[in-house]
């Protein structure tokens, strides 16, 4: 089964984990209730790991496919 997001909520999907990953590990340094300080700690990494893997698997696929012959203008 696939999960269609609309073009705007799936470009905005990375920032949203690192975003994430960010808020729980900020949430982990003020926790101090159980074990909910390394919980949080856990999910931040794992966050902010797969909103990097994801923005630089993009990066990468969409440089493959850029066609050699094009330029920016800052590389002109």
Known sequence: ?????????????????????????????YLNYWHWPIICLVIGVACLLA??????RRRSFRMARKPFGTQHKSDQ
């Open 1 to 29: 089964m696939r999960i269609w997001l609309s073009k705007p909520l799936y470009e905005l999907l990375p920032y949203f984990y690192l975003a994430a990953g960010s808020g729980a590990m900020l949430a982990s340094l």
């Open 51 to 56: 909103g990097l893997v994801v923005f630089l």
